[in-house]
């Protein structure tokens, strides 16, 4: 299994890990698989979320978090978002069973480093976890174009919301949820910038909303809605 690389963080060490899982076979498996590539390191494990802030009271702060999205005492992605309240700064590896597209693009948006599926070899998790000590995410090669934003073909076609666009539209709109400026995406499609301007202008309007930001948050809802059914249960908390 491949992985996107990405300076989003300088290198760093990891010498503790916690791991937050429910299920004891998946967590000690998981403690194994560490241990074995990496010998040095502090482990520390919980089964809820309310065991995980007991350990951090108790002062253990971790320079990883092996985070599992379904836990007894939190529903949806609520749990890795308070998480990341307690502890802005630490790296967080969300594992997990459940997956799509969208929700892995909105874990790493909101700050994750990384994502593995439990089904993953105790490879592909060393693997991942020296990708994120070197200061880079982690990222399933299955959803490496979805989290570029290359993977919403489909979507921008089938959708009534979204369908309306033009291609040039289209192409505009995934270049402004990507994060681009008018003159970025004048260089990228080859048009003069005024035109861009009258692109974006046009697609707001069919969009019915105000700004960039606006459109940004549609498409962001359009995706949730259309997401798999677990999934988009997930991102709705």
């Known amino acids: 299994m491949l992985a996107a690389r990405d300076n989003c963080a300088n290198a760093q060490p990891v010498s503790s890990v916690m791991i937050v899982d429910d299920h004891p076979l998946y967590s000690d498996a998981l403690e194994t698989a560490l241990t074995l590539g990496f010998p040095e390191c502090d482990i520390r494990k919980a089964g809820s979320l309310k065991a995980c802030f007991d350990l951090l009271d108790e002062g253990f702060l971790p320079d990883l978090v092996m985070f599992d999205l379904k836990l007894p005492d939190v529903t949806g992605v609520s749990g890795f978002e308070k998480l990341r309240e307690r502890l802005p700064e630490a790296r967080v590896l969300v ?117 960039r930001t606006q459109a940004v948050v549609f498409v962001e809802s359009v995706m949730a809605r259309h997401a798999e059914p677990e999934a988009r249960a997930f991102l709705q908390h």
């Open 95 to 211: 594992i997990s069973s459940l997956a799509s597209s969208q929700l892995v693009h909105t874990l790493l948006r909101s700050g994750a480093m990384g994502f593995l599926q439990k089904d993953a070899s105790a490879k592909t998790l060393q693997f991942a976890v020296s990708e994120i000590t070197a200061g880079r995410r982690y990222i399933p090669a299955e959803y490496v174009n979805a989290e570029a934003g290359e993977g919403q073909d489909d979507l921008f076609k089938t959708t009534p919301e979204l369908s309306i666009l033009t291609p040039q539209q289209v192409n505009i709109l995934k270049l402004i949820c990507a994060g681009k400026p008018n003159k970025q995406i004048a260089y990228e499609l080859s048009l003069a910038e005024a035109t861009v301007k009258a692109h974006i202008t046009a697609l707001l309007r069919r969009l019915d909303v105000r700004n």
